[in-house]
Structures are given as structure tokens and as C-alpha cells.
């Protein structure tokens, strides 16, 4: 079993670009969360998804979507890029309704805004 | 007031000892608590998640919660080099809600 995996590991993008996050979640999980962690910070949540809806949302911009394909995999898309965005961005994966006990965290996408 | 506080440290103990890492909340509504273990450029990994609260063991691992005082603690005995990580306190609501971490505890165990 694979675990959770991300791509890309690490990305450099200019201030006003559209970015492109992909998981893919452990065998068995149905649910896919977005986190985001600042250097020296906890992961914020962006928001969850479940059968391929949007389940849940952090205090996040609209500037931040996704979604959730049916074999479970999800892609997190940033529009017009801020300095501020720069971040570990984590996707995790758990099974609906068990999330505090399942969850699984992926290595994370280092996203580099210049 | 953050709604969930942690000492960023770094905390740096020797081989053995044993390490007492705290996180602090301010919502009520927290029912699940759980510790995450960060090792430097990777993913957290759940260590240990308890509901409401109480204490609960996993090898060197014990989780405390103390609601009434919006406390919760890990205690991880005979520390080991390997031990050396960021640790993140989160919570969540009864429905998985709201889920918040802790901004986490850099730890160094010396050998």
C-alpha cells in the first residue's frame, strides 16, 4: 500500500498564476481533507471532500477549489496566486465518518510563489 | 486567544528522559483530541486520539485529556533520539468538524 501520494513534491509559481495540486488517498479511504501548513505552523484546513463533494470548508478564499474524482483522488486549484500562499499544502485521507482515527497524511506539495 | 495553544519550544531532553508536551484549547464543543508526530519535510502521522476525556497508553506513548480545565498532555517515557520531531496537538468536534491543529512542539532528544 502506497500510503497517500501527492504531486507535484515541489513547485515555483509567479504571484497572479493558477496552480494545480493532485492526491491520490489510501486504499480503503473514501474521504480526501486539504491542509495548509506554513513554515513553523500547524496545517490549516482548506476544506474536505467526500463523494466527490464538498463536504466541509475552512476560513479559506474562494481563490481555493477542488474536487474529488470517483475513484476518490483530488485535485486542489489556487487561482491568482499571493506571496502568501506559499506553503506545504497536505492532503490526508480517512475514512467518512472516522476521520479522527483514520487519517492519513501525505508527504505534501512545497508550492513556492515568487 | 488562538483557539488552540502549544509551546513551540524547541524542547531538548536527553536519551531517557521523560517528555511532557501540553496543548491548551479554548472551544468548548472539542471532543476528539489527537497527537500527530511531523519528522522534518514529511507528512504528520497520527500517534494517539482519544474522546473526551480521560488517559489512554500506547507503549511509551499516554494521552491525557482534561476538559474542565481545557488541557490535554502526551507523555512519551524513555525518550529515544528517534523521538526527535515536530508535535502537533488537533481536536475536532463529536462529527469531525471543525478540525484544528496546534501550531506543534519542535523536540530534540539527545543521545
Known amino acids: 500500500d502506497a500510503g497517500v501520494t501527492q504531486s507535484p513534491t515541489h513547485l515555483i509559481k509567479t504571484r497572479g498564476q493558477q496552480v494545480t495540486l493532485r492526491c491520490s488517498p489510501k486504499?480503503?479511504?473514501?474521504?480526501v481533507s486539504w491542509y495548509q501548513q506554513a513554515l513553523g505552523q500547524g496545517p490549516q484546513f482548506i476544506f474536505q471532500?467526500?463523494?466527490?463533494?464538498?463536504?466541509q470548508r475552512g476560513n479559506f478564499p474562494d481563490r481555493f477549489s477542488g474536487h474529488q474524482f470517483p475513484n476518490y483522488s483530488s485535485e486542489l486549484n489556487v487561482n491568482a496566486l499571493l506571496l502568501g500562499d506559499s506553503a506545504l499544502y497536505l492532503c490526508?485521507?480517512?475514512?467518512?465518518?472516522?476521520?479522527?482515527?483514520?487519517?492519513?497524511f501525505g508527504p505534501g506539495t512545497r508550492l513556492l510563489v515568487l | 486567544q488562538k483557539e488552540v495553544e502549544q509551546d513551540p519550544g524547541p524542547l531538548s531532553v536527553p536519551e531517557g528522559a521523560i517528555v511532557s508536551l501540553n496543548c491548551t484549547y479554548s472551544?468548548?464543543?472539542?471532543?476528539?483530541f489527537m497527537w500527530y508526530r511531523q519528522y522534518s519535510r514529511k507528512g504528520p502521522e497520527l500517534l494517539m486520539y482519544?474522546?473526551?476525556?480521560g488517559n489512554k497508553e500506547d507503549g511509551r506513548f499516554t494521552a491525557q485529556v482534561d476538559k474542565s480545565s481545557k488541557y490535554i498532555s502526551l507523555f512519551i517515557r524513555d525518550s529515544q533520539p528517534s523521538d526527535s520531531a515536530t508535535y502537533l496537538c488537533?481536536?475536532?468536534?463529536?462529527?469531525?468538524?471543525?478540525?484544528?491543529f496546534g501550531p506543534g512542539t519542535r523536540l530534540s532528544v539527545l543521545p
Open positions: 490526508a485521507s480517512s475514512h467518512a465518518g472516522r476521520l479522527q482515527e483514520t487519517q492519513y
Open positions: 486504499s480503503g479511504h473514501d474521504t
Open positions: 471532500y467526500y463523494e466527490e463533494e464538498e463536504r
Open positions: 472551544n468548548s464543543a472539542f471532543q476528539y
Open positions: 482519544t474522546y473526551s476525556s
Open positions: 488537533a481536536m475536532s468536534d463529536n462529527y469531525g468538524q471543525n478540525f484544528v
